[in-house]
């Protein structure tokens, strides 16, 4: 059995394991406080070209999302996402376990457009009983989306002004931004930094064993933020694993390296998809794609390779997710592409 | 100028006020706990015909709606509702402030079905993410609803039926409860104790000052709820003027007295809209009628009547709720009456 | 049998009756918006003499004390209490509830001083582990305190000094501020406007049915707050009640008034325990006593009064509270009185 | 410099760190539904000899406490703790996040007694007001605490016989529970298993990089808890990584070894404060030391050694910390007694 149901499966890189390894018996302080921590601090501000910037390390995306959330909203607001998004579908309820509103939004393949979020902040603003409904505070996006699809770089620019002219914070979750800098590198750190206001580089699914990184651009989100990790579970106490996992990820390039391993073998496997006639639910550029199979042709993909199940409401057929990662190999993806064949 | 806007426009029935004259002089210990609660207590277990239920009195409709929600759910459940629901738009996030998600389903005229809701509940616990969303733990419908229609006895019972079956309890929001059982004299307050876990008698927009009773017939969300009330600010010190309210509504059928007003004025006004062929937005037996307007007659209506605003974003025209109430006179309606017809 | 058990054990004053009975068929819109509350606003202002200052009306004490925290409060902050406070002790947990820690300090007859909150201020922040503990956001203390003493005008400027030199805004709890402003004249409603960043006005135990009004001082408590009233169901639907009592209230100093009847009464009752040689738990010199008797005595005195229980753990004596209110007559004072003296 | 600042200075046991290295490239669902969680789980529930506990692990300390504290209360209760208890003092307001109190009782030396928690239970029901304040619904301690005192097998049994007879679950925060079993053999992993509602076996600072698994023996508290988990942040998406951990920790012994050598190392450091007459703060069989020393003395040995700072506000003197872990060698032990001695 070969797993390509989620991006997850391994443990981390060979690269970060070993300065794990390697660093194992230093003693450090505890909480994010250690040498690793701020070298790794360092590198990703030089990377996102944002000096300035506070950067956190975390342990997981609920964890961060709830964290940045709750940090950047008054309790009478809520966050605005599209109806899709993860905060909105996947994450039991975490906004408004921390007291907020997830205010959804229509979505195009799990993108939301500038004009519809410009439309939905007028109309709350404007509502005759706009006291009695919840008012936006932050706007949610992730890049890539749910749905593996990416923001280019004038639709996310185009957001990112809706929000400067509303005066509401920006927010990217980047749980596999490495997959979007990979696929879209017309969009680099810096661009992000520059045009969100706090944004996330995920390492859970980018080749570290866990681990996230909030940056903080906007100087009215900084205040309080180590308190609110510690608030909610998200301090770790060996802070330093994520220091030296980070440091691994971003003193050479190793980053943007796993990012584009998962693309490159994703796309090949979408290439045989459409080869053979299968038709995608929607048509990602990154490392997930979402393929709508007869039940036969599942059954029979299945007997060999895990694979993400999506959607079982369609009768006859079911959508499932298909993923790649920084430790798909071209034999593991050789197997799946000649099964598909093989349908 | 005459108000049509809502059904909270005037103070409380003359037999009502004349109850908290005559008693306004009288010593009674604070929080809900002097005779004339006790007394309304026992008036409402008598005409729901439920001598066990627990009857709690609170002063407002967010407030009992949050307390009733909170104390039913525990942390990581939702509430289902109609995505009109007045929980889900018109409370400024109530809900999620307490920590739960609104899990929205789509409405026919403002009421689910119970099919749309047996199935709501079925994908919710067949996802194959089942722990990663947000699981019913209660079920929140309104009657009369948002757009002033009711569940007719059949469809109560059917929802009913699918909340047993489920093993979740059924809420029913009465904030306008006086106006349902006016409209539809086959649900009495005793079907709705039968088929309800807990459910709401609204006096605030049906004759009284302010008060809303909490009726809790499922012994499973009993207790701790006057610990909730305190907490979330809903035990007015001087419950008296609760109790009193209450006893003055349901010793000799004033509650039902002033819905049978509200809803034969906004029949007759109905009739008045239809005969010069104005369209209904929704098409409502109880005392909110929606009606679609060019600008125009807007304004010309608008002149000597103030009338709800619903609606501005239908280009040409405006959809305006007319509200009566206990308190709607014959004149004020064949004032207006007289100004449809002129239009 | 007479009460003395608390201050709101009758409905209203006479004269904010005949203004709820003068103006009952009025129509008015909702929420607030209406003639009456802009011209008590309008009058609270004026007292205050603070033309900018945002006056809102609420029902209850918790309510608002929970509104007000909430706003004024980010996540990982919490408020600075004395630990006998009433947010601390009962309010079923209100501040918890609405995500906040109650921070408290050692109080000297319900008081905290100037010198112990800087400490605690001070101190938190200097915490070699200041990340992990919560940090001060807000300064609560009331006038009068639960135990009915009062902050002279030198105790509350050095408290407002401390909080101003901090940062931190300072909230006054005056649920029963009438008495405070009776009992210690040196001490003006512009007074506390000016020593304050938000206080409150008490209507429900000085005269009111219910209300208590939020005077916001400080512009950066002012954003939202009536979202968070409607959040958190302290938004009366027929707000207008509001309006007319505190009308009533301050038109022509009833408001005052009511403060002097209940604490000249008190001070009666004090002199004749003081006459009679039993102890006084605190001293206060507003409307509520703190009396420490017999087991005997306690049970004579309850025979004709009814009397607050306070505390029952002093094995062989137990301390009552006797409370006076707007409503006491010179005959109820007279028979206390009367039945102190045959103890 | 060597660090005996915390028992968190090192990664994790080179046996664990071997395991994680062996398992790296193995292909494993998320979210513990892995074999290697599978096989820890009966690992732990053949230790805690309840073959029906649920077993649940979690990365950090402060989340599991949150996770647990707010699935086993009501919203309008409260949980009992030390007025020393980490969840009072060191998680930033983590438990008033979730919306309840915590209920603070005396210690004696970190620890409350049987007798203490029955007064307060009983004390908390009998209230007069006990609908106004708020009612107890868990009870927490530490094993062992803040200050590394520990509960003997007949507190423990008293504990959890209070808890019994009022209805309540107790809940033991283990954090360093390896800590307790090599210093107290009387008590076992069964024992607790039988004596708690709810446990946890702390991995973070005993051995692992991290992790904490929760032990939930009664069956009340079960339901929801990985929805809450998956809320709240504390479902790892490499959860094998905790599952490699805790088999490693529990298959041959490993976790109590950890625990043995932090205890030994601390006693032969205790025995040379002790020798050179220096006086502890609160005298711990466990690892953690606390230590007052004169501001030169600690600035002597701040030299070369690095020590948690416990309380600064002495005048003349300090209270340090001094932690020993899994990792601490003789050779490190050496060097600090020989400073000791040096003093």
Redesign the interface.
């Known amino acids: ?3 390509f ?2 991006d ?5 890189h ?1 690269r970060v ?1 070993e300065a ?2 390697k ?9 994010g406080t250690d040498a690793h921590c701020a070298r790794a601090r360092a590198l990703l501000r030089a990377a996102c070209e944002d000096a300035d910037a506070d950067v956190h390390f975390l ?6 999302n ?1 964290v940045v959330i ?2 950047a909203l ?5 966050v605005l996402s599209a109806q899709t998004g993860h905060i909105a ?14 205010l959804t939004l229509p979505h195009e393949n799990g993108k939301i457009t500038a004009q519809t979020l410009e439309n939905a902040i007028a ?1 709350a603003r404007a509502d ?2 706009a ?5 936006p505070g932050l706007v949610y996006i992730s890049q890539p989306t749910e749905f593996g699809t990416v923001y280019t770089r004038a639709e996310l620019a185009a957001i990112s002004e809706v929000c400067r002219k509303a005066g509401l914070p920006l927010f990217l979750d980047g749980a596999r931004l490495g997959c979007a800098l990979a696929a879209l590198p017309e969009l680099t750190l810096a661009d992000y930094a520059r045009l969100c206001s706090v944004f996330t580089i995920g390492g ?2 980018v080749g570290m ?2 681990g996230e990184a909030a940056v903080i651009c906007d100087e009215k989100l900084k ?2 933020f ?3 990790m ?9 802070g ?2 994520l220091g030296v996992q980070f440091e691994a990820m971003f003193e050479d390039g190793l980053y943007l390296e796993c990012g584009r391993n998962a693309v490159a073998q994703a796309r090949r496997i979408r290439a045989a998809l459409l080869e053979k006639g299968l038709p995608l639910a929607f048509d990602s550029p990154t490392n997930q794609l979402f393929v709508t199979l007869t039940k036969r042709r599942r059954a029979a993909l299945e007997k060999e390779f ?1 694979l993400g ?1 999506w959607d ?2 369609g009768g006859e057929t079911d959508t499932l997710r298909i993923c790649t990662s920084w ?1 798909t190999t071209d034999e593991q993806t050789d197997a799946l592409i000649e099964a598909i064949r093989a349908l």
Not at 131 to 135: G, N, S
Not at 230 to 238: E, S, T
Request: charged share 20%; proline share 6%.
């Open positions: 059995m070969i797993r149901d989620s997850y499966t391994e443990g981390c060979p394991l794990l390894v660093t194992n018996m230093e003693q450090h302080p505890g909480y342990t997981g995306g609920t964890q961060v709830t709750a940090s008054r309790p009478w607001e809520g579908c996947h994450e039991t309820g975490a906004v408004e376990a921390a007291g907020h509103k997830v109309a005759p009983n006291e009695h409904i919840v008012q859970t699914k064993l866990f205040p309080g180590r308190n609110m510690k608030q909610r579970g998200g301090m770790l106490a060996k330093r694993l895990a199940v079982t409401t430790a």
